[in-house]
């Protein structure tokens, strides 16, 4: 196959994809753009970012193993004492390859 | 005015570089396992620029091995993207001064990544379009550069779990989520999103727990709400 060939059918897809996710990244703003939001709709939307950064990681660490615990406390640790999010990132990859090449 | 803008452009981009190089490894290696499924270089390519969604284009090519039609692949993609409604309606309050026309065109590269760094940039500063662009935009030619180069130079990489790079997106998130903790009750909120989250990853199928776990956060939130607490 030439790395240049494209599935015709494979591009409608992958336009229908992109569309999907385009429409998914704009919608909340063109449905709240303007108006004021107060009171409990005010803690529900200052809730998203905690509860939805919680919520993508939460299987992938507590669901896993040891490992991932481990990798999930080192990066806790380093955010807490406010270091750069390099540093924690660097932190929680290389504990978790570190375990996992030893054990 | 000119000064300033490149000014924010380039602080966006300072905060963003460290991602360039996290994410530059995980796109050659989507890259390396989509030519492992017959995808061409240039449609790997195509894929990366048009849906541009690491979490969408990876559970597509899972999709894609067990032979799932194009047409249910799609929807399979909005119910993984359904989390960006969430995240762009809260980040909409920090926006609300851009013109409609260029926040429309800023939206499309909302990741996760850059949704993270801009919340907490509005934790402490306004936004600006242009820490939105220097912030955001980046991620885009890398991941569509580096996920051609894997697809290009097949499965060279090999499985990157060895090098824990499968970690790095968990180690972004905990790293901004510390940002937002305001006391016990974003621990409430943290450990209901956690605990919904978990049992939905075991019981649902896809990535409704993201959902879930988000809106139990919210329903939370709503239900603790006190008056005294407007401001």
Redesign the interface.
């Known amino acids: 196959m030439n790395a240049f060939s494209v599935d015709a059918a494979f591009l409608i897809a992958i336009l229908a994809m992109g569309l999907a996710t385009y429409a998914t990244r704009v919608s909340g703003y063109l449905f709240l753009r303007g108006r004021e939001v107060k009171g409990r709709a005010k803690a529900a939307m200052d809730a998203v970012p905690p509860a939805i950064l919680m919520a993508v990681i939460a299987p992938s660490v507590f669901l896993g193993t040891w490992i991932e615990w481990a990798g999930a406390a080192v990066a806790f640790t380093s955010a807490m004492l406010r270091l750069p999010l390099l540093v924690t990132i660097a932190a929680g990859v290389a504990t978790v390859a570190l375990l996992r090449a030893v054990s | 005015m000119a000064k300033q803008y490149w000014t924010d452009f380039w602080r966006g981009f300072g905060?963003v570089s460290?991602l360039l190089?996290?994410y530059a490894p995980i796109a050659a290696i989507w890259g390396a396992v989509a030519a492992g499924q017959?995808?061409?270089?240039?449609?790997a390519i195509?894929?990366s620029a048009?849906?541009?969604?690491g979490a969408?284009q990876f559970v597509?090519l899972d999709l894609m091995k067990s032979g799932t039609p194009?047409?249910l692949?799609?929807f399979a993609?909005?119910t993984v993207?359904?989390?960006?409604?969430?995240?762009?309606?809260?980040?909409?309050?920090s926006?609300?001064h851009f013109s409609?026309a260029r926040?429309?065109v800023l939206?499309?590269w909302?990741t996760?990544e850059a949704w993270?760094l801009l919340?907490r940039r509005a934790q402490h500063q306004k936004l600006t379009p242009a820490y939105f662009f220097g912030a955001s935009f980046p991620l885009w030619p890398n991941w569509v550069l580096f996920s051609g180069i894997g697809a290009?130079v097949g499965n060279l990489l090999g499985d990157g779990?060895?090098?824990?790079?499968d970690?790095?997106?968990?180690?972004?998130?905990?790293?901004?989520?510390?940002?937002?903790w305001k006391g016990p009750r974003?621990g409430a909120?943290?450990v209901?999103?956690?605990v919904?989250?978990?049992l939905a990853?075991?019981w649902l199928p896809g990535a409704w727990?993201?959902?879930?776990?988000?809106?139990?956060?919210?329903?939370?939130?709503?239900v603790?709400?006190r008056e005294e607490?407007?401001t």
């Open positions: 905060d460290p190089v996290a017959g995808l061409s270089t240039l449609e195509l894929m048009i849906v541009y969604s969408a597509a194009l047409s692949l799609t993609i909005a993207a359904l989390r960006h409604v969430l995240m762009s309606a809260s980040i909409s309050r926006i609300a409609p926040a429309s939206l499309f909302l996760d993270a919340e290009s779990a060895r090098y824990g790079l970690f790095a997106f968990a180690g972004i998130f905990i790293g901004v989520l510390a940002g937002f974003t909120i943290l209901a999103s956690a919904t989250a978990c990853k075991l727990y993201i959902i879930a776990g988000g809106v139990a956060g919210m329903a939370l939130a709503v603790t709400w607490e407007a």
